[in-house]
């Protein structure tokens, strides 16, 4: 078993609901069966920041919080980020990112 970086955006202004929505596209995606490297392996989700960023930034910060470790994210059977974003076509989301078992 390993474990694989994940980033999803998810849509709605709810953190909650639109992770709880991102776990059930994922799970369509990639199958219930476990270690699917997905957004499907988190439980919880936790707000790293409150800044709305677009997309293509959010991505950049989820690396760089990846990159150095941040304990928030850094374990693959821990909760996934979230970061808010206001998607290319204007709407408001969320970037879901971190690791998930693989």
Known sequence: MGA???HTV???ADLNGAFEQARADAAHEYGTG???GSVYEK???TLIDEA???ETRAVARANELIDQADSRIDAPRGP???LPVV???GQRG???FGWAAH
């Open 4 to 6: 694989l970086v994940f």
């Open 10 to 12: 998810a849509v709605g």
């Open 34 to 36: 476990g270690y699917s």
């Open 43 to 45: 439980d919880s989700v």
């Open 52 to 54: 709305p960023r677009t």
């Open 80 to 82: 996934a980020g979230a």
């Open 87 to 89: 998607t290319d076509d």
């Open 94 to 96: 969320w970037l879901i």
